[in-house]
């Protein structure tokens, strides 16, 4: 695991084709943008859990 240390308003990139921006912080809370393909589903973890994978999909397309 890579763990990196971001101001707000900094980004880090994965590959060519993705950004993730510390948007905000409040407290021991931080706010994601995350820039990507429209091909590549992005979903929190917690949310997968609960959902089955078609249901993410669906979610993912709207």
Not at 5 to 29: F, H
Not at 53 to 62: L, R, W
């Amino acid at each position: 695991m890579l763990v990196l240390s971001r101001k707000v308003g900094e980004k880090v990139l994965i590959g060519d084709r993705i950004s993730i921006m510390i948007v905000s912080k409040q407290g021991r809370s931080i706010r994601l943008g995350i820039e990507a393909p429209k091909e590549l589903v992005v979903t929190r973890e917690d949310m997968r859990e609960k959902s089955s994978p078609s249901e993410t999909k669906a979610a993912s397309i709207e």
